[in-house]
Nanobody, 122 residues
């Protein structure tokens, strides 16, 4: 099995920054594509960003383009999400996911973390 553990969430004022981290452990014999999704209360889980196994290929959701940056160091199963210019609408539980290809859909990813709360206040 593969376990994903997120960290770095918290409370920040609008316009501020946070950096999320996610590390995979367990049966990690190969490099994964890794992604971030988020879910706000009463809403569907939304794609945020993804990076390929070597960190080279990246994809972003429209609502975070230009503000968030995903990075995945090569030869690791760790992924980071640098979030800048945060807005109250970014408030959500952020989930890390791992799979074998970069995609914006949940079904592609085989492993999920428990989530970390991000709250952006006015």
């Amino acid at each position: 099995q593969v376990q994903l553990v997120e960290s770095g969430g918290g409370l920040v004022q609008a316009g501020g920054s946070l950096r999320l981290s996610c590390a995979a452990s367990g049966r990690t014999f190969r490099q994964f594509a890794m992604a971030w999704f988020r879910q706000a209360p009463g809403k569907d889980r939304e794609f945020v960003a993804a990076a390929g196994w070597d960190g080279g290929a990246t994809a972003y959701g429209d609502s975070v383009k230009g503000r968030f940056t995903i990075s995945k160091p090569i030869a690791t199963n760790t992924v980071y999400l640098q979030m800048n210019s945060l807005k109250p609408e970014d408030t959500a539980v952020y989930y890390c996911a791992a799979g074998y290809s970069v995609a914006k859909v949940r079904g592609v990813y085989d492993y999920w973390g428990q989530g970390t709360q991000v709250t952006v206040s006015l």
